[in-house]
């Protein structure tokens, strides 16, 4: 399960990147054609809004899977262990049916645009309103699996109502991590002489 975590998690990042990228070389590359050479390419303002709406949304995937979607959790810290997991699985299950709303409509508005055509592209624009279907999904299945979690595994709660406090706290976490890392390093190396 970790290894199609990880893959997944590798697709998402990868795609993210390559749209990232590709918007920025449209860009780049149509201003220094307007400006240098007084042409440019007609379709690439449109191309780069609907990659940068892909971008967008496979981001809100890979915020879902590591927690970094704003949350209030003032409430949710106060509560007894018990009290804690039925508020995170009501949470879930809101957000599941929030989930289903935007896999409907999505599903719907992708079907009705399958021959409607962008006007500098001519891309269908099902291929824009199909993120939705492709996010719904996507999140769907960590909530229904951070649900599991919840539910089955004994300290996994706690690692995933953890909210992170502020960049003071996520820097502080990335430092100990790196600490831990070269002081292991250290002390294999230390280990391997003996």
């Keep these: ?40 390419i007609t379709w690439s303002e449109e191309m780069s809004r609907f990659l940068f ?45 929030v989930l289903w709303l935007l896999l409907d409509g999505s599903w719907k508005i992708t079907i009705s645009n399958l021959h409607s055509t962008a006007p500098a592209t001519g891309l269908p624009l099902a291929y824009v309103y199909g993120i939705g279907i492709i996010v719904s999904i996507g999140m769907g299945i960590i909530v229904l699996f951070n649900i599991y979690r919840a539910l089955f595994q004994i300290n996994a709660l706690e690692e995933l109502t953890r909210m992170k406090e502020s960049e003071d706290e996520i820097i502080q976490a990335v430092h100990e991590e790196i600490t831990e890392s070269h002081y292991g390093q250290k002390q294999g190396a230390a280990g391997g002489e003996r």
């Design 1 to 40: 399960m970790k290894k199609l975590g990880k893959l997944t998690n590798s697709i998402l990042n990868v795609l993210m990147a390559l749209t990232l990228a590709m918007m920025s070389i449209l860009v780049f590359g149509n201003v220094v054609l307007r400006y240098v050479f007084n042409s440019g």
């Design 53 to 97: 709406i892909w971008m967008v949304f496979l981001g809100a995937i890979g915020a879902l899977r590591d927690n970094d979607h704003l949350g209030v959790d003032i409430l949710l810290k106060k509560l007894p262990l018990g009290a804690k997991r039925v508020v995170f699985i009501l949470g879930n299950l809101i957000v599941l049916y």
